[in-house]
């Protein structure tokens, strides 16, 4: 590790900065490119907007998207009262693609609002679609910690509960938007790229990405590459432990194609840069999943999983593998199990003391104070990240999900 401190020992009360609600952006700008770009490049800061970010970007940099899709994930149940309860789907108690595609009834993860007004054993809420009644029912089977469980039933029948949340749901806006979610954030609230139905926050640093600006990358040979996190709400979870140790960071899925590991494979040698923290948090859980399988070729699945400390201090972190050898040899592991996609489970928690293997520049918005993101950052550039706050504090940068962005070369 880079530094003395071990992260288990930062106070998360260094990683915070004073931010005005009207910084804060509820609408998102009429053009997606239009939106302000701060580039940090050694040590220095300059000004742009997202249209010309090609002009910022090594040639042949590959750029790395996540082509996750934001389910509308918030459901809302009236009481014949005339109160509401509200679910906010979180994650499928199976995999995604399995549990998208399941019909009749699926489980689901979720938070309640106003879970105290559900006396009932079942909520039913009911719509017309195509000229057809379609009722939908859910049933609280369990309580946990943090969350519950609920399971979702619906007839008719034979709809996928994608189909089901499509028609029910609305646009889970995050929680800091104090407005409720339009039309137009049905569109606004999801990159150009989204194709696999499944998050239930956007990867926000994609929002500011257009054709045009994919056009801008040809001349100088800029190339793309695409893998999916489900970004779940624990993306919005507030530290609340005084130091780091006492935060779990949530888990979330991936999947990756090899077709885009042996691009990053071939890449080695060009700027890498993660669009977004969901993107560079898969990137560089790949490296340590690639590790794994080089000191276990036989691992199963399951044991590729990342936990939130590993990368610091079990047999990993004394590993010191080069990205190609780490590449190389989970694209061998996967040749060997006949798998062309990669799914698994990543809580890695990069922060101060992280050192990158794979990305070498981010493309992010700017984030909450004292947030598991913001610490993310700060491993990229260091204690410059207060620099970066500041001017964009003082340059009318708008902040958050809906907010303007920044590109930030990482410290080698």
């Not at 105290?116 to 946990?144: H, Y």
């Not at 936990?307 to 694209?331: F, G, I, K, P, R």
């Not at 060997?336 to 698994?344: A, D, W």
């Not at 981010?362 to 706050?389: C, D, E, M, R």
Request: hydrophobic share 40%; with cysteine.
């Amino acid at each position: 590790m880079s530094n003395t401190m071990h992260p288990k020992n930062i106070s998360i009360a260094d990683y915070t900065y004073s931010l005005p609600d009207e910084k804060i952006a509820v609408f998102p700008l009429q053009q997606r490119d239009a939106s302000k770009l701060l580039i940090y490049k050694n040590g220095m800061i300059r000004q742009d907007i997202y249209e010309n970010i090609a002009d910022h970007l090594p040639e042949k940099s590959l750029l790395v998207f996540n082509n996750t899709k934001v389910i509308p994930a918030r459901i809302l149940f009236q009481k014949s009262t005339g109160s509401t309860i509200e679910i906010f789907c979180l994650e499928p108690l199976n995999e995604y693609n399995v549990a998208m595609q399941q019909k009749g009834s699926s489980k689901w993860k979720c938070l309640i609002g106003g879970v105290s007004k559900w006396k009932e054993d079942k909520l039913k809420k009911q719509l017309g679609i195509k000229n057809e009644e379609l009722e939908i029912s859910a049933v609280l089977v369990e309580k946990l910690s943090d969350a519950y469980i609920v399971e979702f039933s619906w007839e008719p029948a034979d709809l996928s509960f994608a189909e089901i949340i499509q028609y029910a749901g609305e646009t889970p806006l995050p929680p800091y938007i104090k407005r409720k979610a339009d039309e137009a954030d049905k569109e606004r609230y999801q990159t150009i790229y989204a194709i696999y139905d499944g998050s239930v926050a956007a990867p926000t640093a994609g929002l500011h990405f257009t054709e045009d600006v994919f056009s801008s990358f040809i001349k100088k040979e800029i190339t793309k590459a695409y893998v999916t996190l489900h970004v779940g709400a624990g993306t919005f979870k507030p530290v609340k432990a005084l130091q780091m140790e006492g935060h779990e960071m949530h888990t979330e899925w991936i999947e990756v194609t090899t077709y885009t590991i042996k691009q990053l494979l071939y890449n080695q040698s060009n700027t890498i840069v993660a669009t977004g923290t969901t993107s560079l948090r898969t990137i560089e859980s790949l490296y340590w999943m690639g590790v794994k399988t080089i000191l276990d070729p036989t691992i199963e699945n399951e044991a590729l999983a990342l936990h939130q400390w590993e990368v610091y201090d079990t047999a990993l972190a004394e590993t010191n593998y080069t990205s190609e050898e780490a590449l190389s040899s989970l694209l061998k592991w996967m040749k060997q199990k006949g798998e062309e996609k990669l799914i698994s489970k990543t809580q890695i928690l990069i922060m101060p003391g992280y050192k990158f293997r794979i990305a070498k520049a981010l493309i992010t918005n700017f984030h909450q104070p004292q947030s598991t993101l913001l610490l993310l950052v700060a491993a990229a550039i260091g204690p410059s990240w207060k620099k970066i706050y500041d001017y964009a504090l003082e340059n009318d940068f708008r902040f958050l999900s809906y907010g303007d962005g920044s590109l930030l070369f990482i410290a080698q």
